[in-house]
């Protein structure tokens, strides 16, 4: 984890928290969000990412006067978490363009690990319906959550199986 390391690397600039955290709702992925103007850490209903748990807007902000991140995605997120490009052979779509945000939302979701659709509906968002429905290997798998079988991320073969 470099996660010290942009701790230590971003201190003294001046905390955003005070101007930004006046907001109370947030959208994600079109619904709106109800952030608790302070956060309130034993609040049941929300998962936090860590960082803005901790408050660390400038990990990823690069200051109070704008939203602008530190770096574009997905290099920001590559400055804590494993880069999927050396994990994995093949990289699922999203994944490869940065587009982290289309299946996780940056600050807190309704859903564990940051989920802003889950199940079926989560790849059925980007994939037609009648095209997941021409594969053979998914007869009979109609109602089976597509990650119980694919990787979301990227994989050794180019389906991530
Ligand atoms: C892990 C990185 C990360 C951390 C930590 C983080 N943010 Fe963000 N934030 C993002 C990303 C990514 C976006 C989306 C930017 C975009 O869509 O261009 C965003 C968007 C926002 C927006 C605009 C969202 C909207 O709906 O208009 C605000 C306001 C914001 N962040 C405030 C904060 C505050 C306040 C904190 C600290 C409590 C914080 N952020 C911590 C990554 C982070
Ligand atoms: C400043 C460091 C930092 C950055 C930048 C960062 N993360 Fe994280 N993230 C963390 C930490 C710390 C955790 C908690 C890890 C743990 O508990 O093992 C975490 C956890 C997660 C989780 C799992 C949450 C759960 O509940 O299991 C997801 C998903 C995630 N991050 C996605 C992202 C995405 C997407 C980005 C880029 C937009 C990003 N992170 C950027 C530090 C960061
Ligand atoms: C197609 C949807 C999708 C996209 C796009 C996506 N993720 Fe995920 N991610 C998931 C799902 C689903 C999980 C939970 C996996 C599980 O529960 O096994 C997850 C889990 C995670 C975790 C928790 C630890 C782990 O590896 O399981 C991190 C960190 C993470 N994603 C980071 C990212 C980053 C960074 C990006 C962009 C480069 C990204 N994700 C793009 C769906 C996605
Ligand atoms: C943000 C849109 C988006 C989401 C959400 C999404 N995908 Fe994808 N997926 C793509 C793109 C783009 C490609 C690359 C298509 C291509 O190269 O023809 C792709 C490719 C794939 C491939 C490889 C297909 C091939 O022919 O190589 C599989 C398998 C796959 N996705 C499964 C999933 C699963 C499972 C989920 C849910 C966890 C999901 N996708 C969610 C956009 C998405
Ligand atoms: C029972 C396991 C299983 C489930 C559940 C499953 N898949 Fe697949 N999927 C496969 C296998 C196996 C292949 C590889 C087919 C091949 O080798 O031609 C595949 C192939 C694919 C491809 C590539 C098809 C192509 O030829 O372009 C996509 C995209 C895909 N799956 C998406 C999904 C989505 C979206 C879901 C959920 C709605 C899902 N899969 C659920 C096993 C599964």
Known sequence: ????????LFDGV??????????????LAG?????PTRLNRT???LFFHSPYQDKSCNDCHQSAMSNALQEKLPDLCYECHDDFKEEYSYLHGPVAS????TCHHP??????SLLVRTGR??????????????VEDHEGEEQTICIDCH???????NFFL
């Open 43 to 45: 609040k049941s209903e």
């Open 1 to 8: 984890m470099r996660y010290q390391v942009l701790s230590v």
């Open 98 to 101: 940065g587009a982290c945000l």
């Open 121 to 134: 509906e989560m790849c059925l968002y980007c994939h037609q319906p009648r095209d997941v429905a021409r």
């Open 151 to 157: 990787n979301p991320h990227g994989g050794d073969d």
């Open 31 to 35: 619904n709106k969000v109800t952030v």
């Open 107 to 112: 600050h807190l979701a309704k859903n564990e």
């Open 14 to 27: 001046p905390n955003p928290e005070k101007k930004l955290m006046t907001r109370d709702s947030l959208t």
